[in-house]
Each structure stands twice: as structure tokens, then as C-alpha cells.
């Protein structure tokens, strides 16, 4: 599991972006030096990895993302569940968390990685024609579809798990990098404890209970 306040994948960026500030502040002035050194700021900030307290209970289904609930709706589901199911997508902004966490324990039985465009997130046809990963995890009483889409900006899914691994609920398993959409796809039994608009927390706020 991830523990560090800033994940991995952002020390690049951020330690580039310092660097050119560095660069001109000897070079040019003090005044040049000051965007990348506010970009690198914010990088860190996105890349941020922060403390959820995780409420581990097997009834429930918690967020897999932080961000806006876009839509939920009912489907039939030809990847993992095989059978009638409800879809909730959450928009992350370029200021939300983008660290993806596990909405339940269990075992990861189905992973696929599809390669696609990169529309905007927000957009209806993102989920069908952008990049993503998807991963069902099972446990013995449900089964969950959880998949990671890329945007506009977002052109870059990281998958820290794979085929097999158990996690805990809560456990983070992935990001998206800059502004991506995250979709969860749970039975029909389900009862959906959140609405379209509702503002979510990955590993935190509960989207559903087991009936």
C-alpha cells in the first residue's frame, strides 16, 4: 500500500519543475523563476496522497475516487458481473485526489486494459471511446467492477496491483494523472446511498450498502 503524502509519479515532475525555476532564477531573474516554481507547488499538491479514515464494514460499498458524481444508472454489465447492475461515474477535477482506492475487500479476478482517445471526462462517449482499466474485485459476498478512464489531460493510468492481489477495503490501488473520470459497476441489489451532483471521497464516503 501507498503510505507517502505525495505518490511516486509526481516526484519527476515536480523535481523538473524546480530545477527549471532554479535554472531562471540564475539565469534570467527571481520574477521567471516564480511560474515553474507555482507549477511545482501545485503538482505536488495533485500528486498528493492524503490519510482517509476507512470505514471497513463488508455491507458496504465505498467511492473508489473523490470527485462529483456525473450520472448513475442501470446496465447490464458484459465484463465482470455478467448480469443487471448499476453504473455510478464520479468526475475528477484537476483539484480533486487522483489516487484511486479499493471499494471493497477482495480478490482481483478480472483486470483489462483498453487503449482509446482521450475525449473530456465529463463527456457521455469518454467512457466507451478513452483509455481505461478496469478491475473486478470479489469477495464472498459481492462483486465490483471498478474502472479508471483518461481525458483530456488525463493520458496516463498507473496500476499499482494486478491479476490476483487481495486488497483491503480502502487499500489504494492506482491514479489517473491530470483530470479523469472513474466509474463503479455494482449488482442490482445494491442500495445506491448516494445522487447525481453528491461531492465523494475515495476509500471515505459510502455509495452503497449490500441488501
Not at 53 to 66: G, M, Q, R, T
Not at 163 to 172: A, I, M, P, Y
Not at 182 to 210: A, C, F, H, L, W
Request: a positive charge; charged letters at 20%; aromatic letters at 10%.
Amino acid at each position: 500500500m501507498v503510505k507517502t503524502p505525495v505518490v511516486k509519479e509526481g516526484y519527476l515532475y515536480i523535481t523538473i519543475l524546480l530545477i527549471i525555476a532554479v535554472i531562471f532564477d540564475m539565469t534570467i531573474n527571481l520574477y521567471w523563476s516564480i511560474i515553474p516554481a507555482v507549477l511545482a507547488v501545485y503538482t505536488t499538491f495533485f500528486f498528493r496522497n492524503p490519510y482517509r479514515k476507512v470505514p471497513l464494514d463488508e455491507n458496504l460499498i465505498l467511492s473508489p475516487a473523490d470527485g462529483k458524481v456525473m450520472a448513475i444508472s442501470k446496465i447490464y454489465d458484459e465484463e465482470f458481473l455478467f448480469a443487471e447492475a448499476q453504473k455510478v461515474t464520479i468526475f475528477l477535477s484537476i483539484f480533486d485526489v487522483h489516487v484511486n482506492r479499493s471499494p471493497i475487500a477482495g480478490e482481483i479476478k478480472f483486470q483489462q486494459y483498453t487503449c482509446g482517445r482521450f475525449r473530456p471526462a465529463y463527456k457521455e462517449a469518454a467512457a466507451c471511446e478513452n483509455e481505461r482499466h478496469a478491475i473486478g474485485i470479489e469477495n464472498n459476498k459481492i462483486k465490483v467492477l471498478v474502472i479508471q478512464i483518461a481525458g483530456i489531460l488525463a493520458r496516463r493510468i498507473v496500476s499499482w496491483v494486478t491479476l490476483g492481489n487481495v486488497l483491503e477495503q480502502g487499500q489504494r490501488y492506482g491514479l489517473i494523472k491530470f483530470g479523469s473520470c472513474t466509474e463503479i459497476i455494482m449488482p442490482s441489489n445494491i442500495e445506491i446511498v448516494v445522487k447525481k451532483g453528491d461531492r465523494v471521497k475515495g476509500g471515505e464516503t459510502i455509495i452503497g450498502r449490500v441488501n
